[in-house]
């Protein structure tokens, strides 16, 4: 198989990435977005909120990130944030694996960048992949109780306020800017009806 056949046979497999359904949903609250339309997402949002990750940080190595991290889901699918640990460990494995399948249908060279890029993410040991983390951890709290949100009561009640700035928070406090406009949404979502506080 020749270098671009194996490059377009990638592209196809990750075509799947549009049949991953999350459990956030868009904006409006029509349906649920899927990880193709929230690495999309994710991608824009580096490049727009660039300016509020640390100096120095190369913002399209996060827009790599970002694009590169959710791809596993084609094989290993996605786990919403709140789940307990347990299942956090064995979706590790299952996203290894997953990783494993996927990049190996590239040329050896891109493969081991692929591999790189979605363990950078993983690890957290980079600003860019801190940074491109708060925008993951912000990205369902912008869609579901932004400006204009419908929220997520009846499909997730056990989601507080508390509750999510407890589990976000590790990822958002790095990036004062971002920590406080997560807080600040809640808050607004909270006065509007759309989230419990605690």
Not at 90 to 101: G, H, M
Request: aromatic share 6%; glycine share 6%.
């Amino acid at each position: 198989m020749s270098v671009l056949d194996a490059q377009l046979s990638f592209l196809l497999a990750c075509d799947g990435l549009k049949a991953v359904q999350r459990t956030t949903f868009l904006h409006d609250g029509s349906r649920a977005e899927n990880s193709a339309e929230h690495s999309w997402h994710l991608a824009l949002m580096a490049l727009t909120l660039g300016e509020y990750a640390p100096a120095g940080t190369d913002i399209n190595r996060v827009v790599k990130l970002v694009l590169v991290h959710d791809l596993v889901e084609i094989g290993a699918g996605d786990l919403p944030f709140d789940r307990p640990p347990t299942e956090h460990a064995a979706q590790q494995q299952k996203e290894q694996a997953a990783a494993d399948a996927l990049f190996s249908l590239l040329p050896a060279q891109q493969a081991a960048e692929f591999h790189a890029l979605w363990h950078e993410f993983e690890e957290q040991v980079t600003p860019e992949a801190r940074f491109a983390r708060a925008l993951d951890a912000l990205h369902p709290m912008l869609l579901t109780w932004g400006r204009g949100g419908v929220g997520c009561m009846e499909r997730a009640p056990e989601l507080t306020r508390e509750r999510i700035l407890t589990l976000k928070g590790p990822r958002l406090q790095e990036f004062p800017a971002l920590w406080q406009a997560a807080q600040t949404l809640l808050d607004e979502a909270v006065e509007s009806g759309l989230l419990n506080g605690s």
